[in-house]
């Protein structure tokens, strides 16, 4: 029997690259759902190099909007993960990616979709743990078993 363990890491929300606009009515209605809850309980899907997001970019603006010092993250690359876009005709591709990160830019909305193998991992993390960074060394710190935690000075 293989199983596949997945495990997400705690990274600075300042340290990645968004490459999609976000929906600002999204963004304020999932803000909202998360401060009721407490808890932030869907990872940030970024690459694991390039630190660009690949899923999540509503949460990456939630997490910059709630100043959270933390956010729970998993590191992929394309070896595993397919893309693909949205709309039809569009063609999306790693290599476009890479680039609309690296000039900053930003594509529309729903424009790349990645597509992630196996079932996506949940996280149950404290916001109040998301605001505080107690570890300055760049280094990753095994979480209970369940995450790390990627620091920088």
């Known amino acids: 029997m293989n199983m596949i363990i997945s495990r997400y890491f705690l990274m600075n929300p300042n340290k990645l690259i968004p490459t999609e606009e ?7 209605s999932l803000e909202k759902r998360i401060l009721e809850q407490g808890v932030w309980t869907t990872p940030i899907y970024i ?14 603006t939630v997490a910059k909007r709630l ?12 070896d595993t993960v397919e893309v693909t876009a949205w709309r039809e005709g569009e063609i999306i ?3 476009r990616i890479f680039a609309m990160a690296r000039s ?3 594509f529309p909305i729903k424009t790349t979709r990645h597509i992630f193998k196996g079932p996506k ?3 149950a993390v404290s916001l109040d743990d998301l605001k505080y960074t107690p570890i300055t060394a760049h280094r990753a710190v095994p979480m209970d078993g369940v995450g790390y935690m990627m620091t920088s000075s």
């Open 22 to 28: 976000v929906d600002e009515d999204h963004v304020i």
């Open 47 to 60: 690459h694991k190099d390039a630190l660009f997001v690949m899923d999540g970019h509503h949460r990456l």
């Open 67 to 78: 100043q959270l010092d933390l956010i729970p993250v998993m590191l992929m690359d394309y």
């Open 93 to 95: 591709t790693p290599h």
């Open 104 to 106: 900053g830019g930003k």
């Open 121 to 123: 991992p949940t996280c």
